[in-house]
């Protein structure tokens, strides 16, 4: 696994190296939140499988009245596109 724990006691959590098969458990590890907004964390550059969600304590969403209320997903902030030499960058 590529996340180390060695250090949670201090609050410090890390991941050593990177691993496309193991996104999905470091975005939800490492995610960020206030109380009032919820950021799964994710890498600036998208990958396969990856999952982007920021969510608004407070709202909700809903279809129909027979759907299950969900919390809407706002807008990716955080998403970034790198290119060095007209070519996509990617950690693999």
């Known amino acids: 696994m590529a996340i180390d724990y060695?250090?949670?006691?201090?609050?410090?959590?890390?991941?050593?190296?990177?691993?496309?098969e193991h996104l999905g458990k470091c975005e939800a590890v490492m995610s960020l939140g206030n109380g009032y907004l919820g950021l799964r964390s994710a890498m600036?550059?998208?990958?396969l499988n990856e999952t982007r969600d920021l969510f608004v304590n407070g709202t909700f969403n809903k279809f129909?009245?027979?759907a299950v209320t969900e919390l809407?997903?706002?807008?990716?902030?955080?998403?970034?596109?790198?290119?060095?030499?007209?070519?996509?960058f990617s950690l693999e």
């Open 64 to 66: 129909d009245p027979s």
């Open 44 to 47: 600036e550059e998208q990958y």
């Open 6 to 20: 060695s250090k949670i006691g201090d609050w410090i959590l890390r991941e050593d190296s990177f691993d496309p």
């Open 72 to 88: 809407p997903n706002a807008a990716d902030m955080t998403c970034i596109e790198i290119k060095i030499n007209q070519e996509r």
